[in-house]
């Protein structure tokens, strides 16, 4: 399998298929609205605006698997994000992207790129996987790369 064969729910519960997103460069990141992390949201809404166009669009999976951190229902996380952050790319429903409940798409990703020395485990909110054009999972990066750190890789793939 590979990335677009899978397919997820969106904030406004409809199922979303990542084949949707065939040609585009992706972003998928896991958030939360009440991380120390959460003010990346900004950041990444400043590289959708600024590359979307050229190709780029960023995914965004709440997790309330690190320190609680997302503990809202649906529509409290997408006025959430549009309020405080102005997001406007697409955000997916809550998921585990750890454990027995790993969403399929993580699994995927976690396979894919693991993270520092071989682990496959995420370690916190505002892991980025970046994903190129055709479909390969290209990189992994961890919380504490800002999004405007990851530019440049992004810009590569555009």
């Not at 064969?5 to 040609?23: I, N, Q, R, V």
């Not at 990141?29 to 900004?42: D, I, L």
């Not at 809202?72 to 997001?87: L, P, Q, R, S, T």
């Not at 697409?90 to 998921?95: H, I, P, S």
Request: overall charge neutral.
């Amino acid at each position: 399998m590979g990335i677009y064969d899978y397919t997820a729910t969106t904030l406004s519960g409809e199922d979303k298929a990542l084949a949707d997103f065939k040609g585009k460069v992706l972003l998928v990141v896991n958030t939360a609205s009440k991380c120390g992390f959460t003010p990346q949201y900004k950041g990444l809404e400043a590289l959708y605006d600024d590359l979307q166009e050229k190709g780029l669009e960023i995914l965004g999976f709440p997790c309330n698997q690190f320190g609680k951190q997302e503990p809202g229902a649906a529509d409290e996380i997408g006025a959430f994000c549009e309020k405080n952050y102005g997001v406007s790319f697409t955000m997916f429903d809550k998921v585990d992207v750890n454990g027995d409940n790993t969403h399929p798409l993580y699994a995927y990703l976690k396979n894919e790129a693991t993270g520092v020395l071989g682990s496959k485990a995420i370690k916190w909110n505002f892991t980025k996987f970046l994903i190129n054009r055709d479909g390969k999972v290209i990189k992994r990066y961890a919380p504490t790369d800002k999004p405007e750190a990851i530019r440049k890789d992004i810009e590569k793939l555009l």
